[in-house]
């Protein structure tokens, strides 16, 4: 067995994904509580956000790293190598429809339980729901602008919510 195939603990790498993951949540909810009542957006917000974001993408990829070099240890054959599967997160299209595939490869083990592909699609569909509803609906009047921003933020923390499962199942299944 190479150093490649040992089974690697996520569990570091999981903390800190859920962390940043429930940030998020938290933010949009604040986020949509306050625009549906009338209140403005901080200033700070959008860099809030931003390094929120920043923070989830770089952690969930550690994530993704960690329990998807796991496949090998547990003795599936992954259908990519680690560091290409990481490039299709992020690379465009591939992200948009490989992200779930790699998701659902990496909660697959050899036997046992595995990960339900329907939360994986309620969660990417939430998670592609949020920036639709927005590019969709511009430019729009205040009213409609403030209930697409609501609606956007409801998808975002909903996305977040399923995603915290997800962080937290694959690698119990594992």
């Known amino acids: 067995m190479s150093s490649n195939d040992r089974f690697r603990d996520a569990?570091?790498?999981t903390a800190l994904a859920l962390l940043?993951?429930?940030?998020?949540?938290?933010?949009?909810?604040?986020?949509?509580?306050?625009?549906s009542l009338g209140n403005p957006l901080p200033p700070s917000w959008v860099f809030q956000h931003m390094l929120v974001r920043l923070a989830t993408i770089v952690t969930f990829m550690a994530w993704f790293d960690r329990v998807y070099a796991n496949?090998?240890?547990l003795g599936v054959e992954a259908e990519h190598g680690r560091v290409w599967?990481?490039?299709?997160?992020v690379i465009p299209p591939l992200n948009l429809f490989r992200t779930p595939q790699l998701v659902i490869e990496a909660g697959t083990p050899h036997h046992?339980?595995?990960?339900?592909?329907?939360?994986?699609?309620?969660?990417?569909?939430?998670?592609?729901a949020a920036p639709v509803t927005m590019l969709?609906?511009?430019?729009?009047?205040?009213?409609?602008?403030?209930?697409?921003?609501?609606?956007s933020y409801g998808f975002n923390a909903g996305a977040g919510l399923v995603g915290i499962y997800i962080l937290f199942t694959l690698p119990r299944i594992q």
């Open 136 to 151: 969709t609906a511009l430019p729009l009047k205040d009213g409609e602008l403030i209930r697409r921003l609501v609606i």
């Open 71 to 73: 496949l090998a240890a």
């Open 11 to 13: 569990g570091v790498a």
């Open 85 to 89: 599967a990481l490039l299709q997160l």
């Open 112 to 128: 046992g339980p595995r990960i339900p592909v329907a939360v994986v699609a309620v969660w990417w569909t939430l998670f592609l």
């Open 20 to 35: 940043a993951l429930s940030a998020g949540v938290l933010l949009d909810l604040r986020a949509a509580s306050r625009v």
